[in-house]
């Protein structure tokens, strides 16, 4: 029993350690939103992120077909709607987004796409607290459709971004 409640303490401490510590250092360094996040922090954003949909939400599968209509469909959109924080080719490379903290994910990155599509369409739906991702709600196929697209985000072509500079007047 002894040794529990040293051990007991010994966590207690150390947590209490930590917070003075991580308290001491926001304050020395404050909140600014231009300041590239330690990893540390990144990490806490990306679990935020992986917390922000409920585990009914990784189950759900995409019942939109990946025909090229719905990926061209979603491009538009995504052009329309998303891009002025996310960037046309998903990069987050947007003046918008330079103010952000946590800033908006490059999409094509396994930070992104490992995401099940019931995970992305949960936060393009219901956005996360904390960041600059609102919950847009929706027409629930479109919202598959833009999972689509995100997947395809990877590969998307020189074609496709000009296309989507035409719709968003980008010189991106």
Avoid at 23 to 52: D, I, N, V
Avoid at 88 to 97: C, L, P, R, V, Y
Avoid at 130 to 155: A, C, Q, S, Y
Wanted: glycine content about 6%; some cysteine; aromatic content about 8%.
């Amino acid at each position: 029993m002894r040794i529990l409640k040293a051990a007991a303490l010994t966590v207690v401490c150390s947590i209490a350690i930590a917070v003075i510590w991580f308290g001491c250092y926001m304050k020395s360094r404050g909140f600014s939103a231009r300041e590239r996040p330690a990893a540390f922090e990144a990490y806490l954003a990306r679990q935020a992120r992986r917390l922000a949909s409920p585990s009914g939400a990784r189950e759900m599968k995409n019942p939109v077909e990946p025909t090229p209509l719905a990926i061209a469909e979603a491009r538009d959109h995504f052009a329309d709607h998303c891009a002025t924080c996310h960037a046309n080719n998903g990069s987050g490379k947007t003046q918008i987004n330079a103010g952000l903290y946590p800033p908006a994910p490059d999409m094509r990155q396994d930070e992104t796409q490992q995401l099940t599509d019931g995970e992305i369409f949960y936060i393009i739906k219901n956005g996360i607290r904390f960041t600059g991702m609102p919950g847009w709600g929706g027409d629930d196929e479109e919202n598959w459709k833009l999972v689509l697209f995100i997947r395809h985000l990877p590969k998307l072509s020189a074609k496709e971004i000009e296309l989507m500079k035409e719709i968003n007047h980008s010189k991106q």
